[in-house]
């Protein structure tokens, strides 16, 4: 079997996390043990992917790397906030980008996304919810969305990639805003169903 | 305390995909403190984002890219943070913690200021430059929820008492995420004052004014 530390030390590109739980064990192995090489494998994976995501938004390549580092930072020194049995790696690893490019753009006094992921550590909900259950969930996101009709997955991927508003996807499809909405709310209507089947 | 008014499914990929300016992602980061289901939504709505950055064209990174970040480790940077954070505020706080940073602990140590007979109103941030504005309302019972809408997109969360509309009662969590073209006159129900966090859209431009009525016009 593949371990981690030989996908870190083999040149080639990474594809997309075929197995999460190689993403798993290498964050636990980052949060335990600080171990770089298990770092090293979450660095080759996430840092293309991160910086390719930021240069969508809208940053020129050098804001790119210097956030991607950035990003990736956060990644080793918020390593032991990252719970397994709440979602993906590739989820997380999405908000901590996310959080970044809002940190960015907004002097903030306050941080509601990180009071928010706290608030989730701590309750129980998860309870009774294993880290099986969690992955399990994040495959029937991607199926759900790997279903989708072209014209919701590309207002799903407007928003969630380009860091597009509603009404700037809505301005560049030439689409009224309200058909925006309506698309969104059935592409997450079509996931939600299907998450419905595990709960 | 069981939650009725939930966030509209639009709203939730907003907040997670980070479409939502300072004050909505407020008001929806304090119902998701309130409120687990949602919490739950939210994370899933995160997958999405997961997903989406999984499969996207992966930029190449700068050959050195891996050798900066250890030497930033190397320079001292590398301290994790640890789980057990201290906790930022009071045990007893009855304010949602996202908020807490905004207001502070304690909701009785709100600065309220009259604006109208039974209406007590405490502004967090002012719509200034085309932003949204976040404030909260203190009202008393039997008295009706002022209109402060501009015509723009606007949304309600009550943190304590309670207030009536057509779409029935909304109570402590309860969020009133509604279609801007929703016509509702709440009424706050008797007993306690209802207070409640609101953020609503920039004030409409006088431009977008004269679109918005032309429009019935230009659909004909
Ligand atoms: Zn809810």
Not at chain 2, 69 to 84: F, H, P, T, Y
Not at chain 2, 109 to 128: C, S, T
């Amino acid at each position: 079997m593949r371990s981690a530390l030989n996908l870190a030390h083999n040149d080639e590109n990474i594809g997309t996390a075929d197995d999460p739980t190689l993403l798993k064990q290498a964050m636990v192995r980052v949060a335990e043990v600080q171990d770089r090489e298990s770092f090293q494998f979450l660095f080759s994976y996430f840092a293309p992917r991160v910086k390719a995501v930021l240069l969508k938004a809208g940053s020129n390549e050098s804001q790119a790397e210097d956030l991607m580092q950035d990003v990736m930072m956060t990644v080793w020194r918020k390593a032991k906030l990252y719970a397994p049995d709440r979602g993906s790696v590739n989820a997380w690893v999405f908000t901590v980008a996310r959080n970044a490019r809002i940190d960015l753009l907004r002097r903030a006094s306050s941080r509601p996304y990180d009071d928010v992921y706290e608030i989730e550590m701590e309750s129980d909900v998860a309870s009774g919810e294993d880290e099986m259950f969690a992955t399990e969930r994040a495959e029937r996101v991607s199926e759900a969305l790997s279903e989708l009709p072209e014209e919701q997955r590309q207002i799903i991927e407007l928003g969630f990639i380009e860091d597009m508003s509603q009404s700037e996807i809505a301005e560049k499809l030439g689409l009224p805003l309200g058909t925006v909405k309506s698309r969104m709310r059935l592409a997450y209507g079509k996931m939600k169903s299907k998450l419905e089947a595990v709960r | 305390m069981t939650t009725q008014h939930h966030l509209d499914d639009a709203t939730l990929l907003r907040y997670a995909s980070g479409d939502l300016d300072s004050a909505f992602t407020m008001v929806v980061a304090a119902h998701l403190a309130m409120c687990d289901k949602c919490r739950k939504a939210a994370r899933d709505a995160e997958e999405i984002g997961g997903h989406m950055m999984d499969h996207v064209a992966q930029a190449p990174v700068s050959d050195d890219a891996f050798e900066r970040m250890m030497a930033r480790l190397d320079s001292g940077a590398d301290e994790q943070i640890e789980v057990d954070l201290p906790k930022k505020s009071a045990p007893d706080s009855d304010v949602p913690l996202p908020l807490r940073a905004l207001i502070g602990d304690h909701m009785d140590d709100v600065r309220w200021r009259l604006v109208a007979p039974g209406v007590r109103k405490y502004e967090i941030q002012q719509g200034k430059k085309g932003e949204s504005s976040l404030y909260m309302l203190n009202i008393s019972p039997g008295m009706a929820v002022p209109e402060h809408g501009h015509g723009g997109a606007e949304m309600t969360l009550i943190l304590s008492g309670a207030y009536r509309d057509k779409l029935g009662v909304f109570g402590p969590g309860d969020v009133a995420d509604l279609d801007e073209d929703i016509e509702h006159q709440p009424i706050v129900e008797p007993g306690e004052a209802c207070i409640c966090l609101v953020a609503t859209e920039a004030p409409t431009r006088f431009k977008d004014l004269i679109v918005r009525l032309m429009q019935p016009f230009v659909r004909i």
